[in-house]
T-cell receptor, first 115, second 115 residues
Framework: AQSVTQLGSHVSVSEGALVLLRCNYS??????LFWYVQYPNQGLQLLLK??????LVKGINGFEAEFKKSETSFHLTKPSAHMSDAAEYFC?????????????FGQGTTLQVKP | EAGVAQSPRYKIIEKRQSVAFWCNPI?????LYWYQQILGQGPKLLIQ????????DSQLPKDRFSAERLKGVDSTLKIQPAKLEDSAVYLC?????????????FGPGTRLTVL
């Protein structure tokens, strides 16, 4: 079975500060890992994905994430927060047997950016 | 390129009533997904289609939920009868193919409130 745990349902940072959103996964098979962003009243948009190539993955809008197998983590970071980054962020895992593409999502982290 | 379209965007019904949601995926996308996103939680897969065949419906409450994808394009998700706990956002997503590496593109969702 696969699962995802996002530590912290709400994270607040000041504009220009480092953004760190935490994600830990559990998977009995080599995982594929994803970060999605959801703006109010919109669908989810893919930020980045890890597919067993480079462990440091760069995504859109200046975000990146590092896959650490020893820590079963895939934390999302951005060096300098912008007001437009305020949204809800979801970590997801895939790669289950059968490879159907089913995504297992964490519960989400709401990012607040203060001026 | 047009994105995934969903309608209606909002729906309010009373418990025990029936409701239907419609999804039009991105043109040419063979795989279509319906997710349920309850407030404060991550999306949960309800059903996945590959063309007009069901790939995974293991988490679909089949006593009240049904879905179809006629001709392998548009899809409808129906709830009959609705319960209070069905209040959620229903997200439709599509991907070019099935598999963990296939990027899923999400629609804006239908917000259902059951009174």
């Amino acid at each position: 079975a696969q699962s995802v745990t996002q530590l912290g349902s709400h994270v607040s940072v000041s504009e220009g500060a480092l953004v760190l959103l935490r994600c830990n996964y559990s998977s009995s098979v080599p995982p594929y890992l994803f970060w999605y962003v959801q703006y109010p009243n919109q669908g989810l948009q893919l930020l980045l994905k890890y597919t067993s190539a480079a462990t440091l993955v760069k995504g859109i809008n200046g975000f990146e994430a590092e896959f650490k197998k020893s820590e079963t983590s895939f934390h999302l970071t951005k060096p300098s927060a912008h007001m437009s980054d305020a949204a809800e962020y979801f970590c997801a895992v895939s790669g289950a047997p059968g490879n159907t593409g089913k995504l297992i999502f964490g519960q989400g982290t709401t990012l607040q950016v203060k001026p | 390129e047009a994105g995934v379209a969903q309608s209606p965007r909002y729906k309010i019904i009373e418990k025990r009533q029936s409701v239907a949601f419609w999804c039009n995926p991105i043109s040419g996308h063979a795989t279509l997904y319906w997710y349920q996103q309850i407030l404060g939680q991550g999306p949960k897969l309800l059903i996945q289609f590959q063309n007009n065949g069901v790939v995974d419906d293991s988490q679909l409450p089949k006593d009240r939920f049904s879905a179809e994808r006629l001709k392998g394009v548009d899809s409808t998700l129906k709830i009959q009868p609705a319960k209070l706990e069905d209040s959620a956002v229903y997200l439709c997503a599509s991907s070019l193919q099935t598999g963990s590496l296939a990027e899923q593109f999400f629609g804006p969702g239908t917000r259902l409130t059951v009174l």
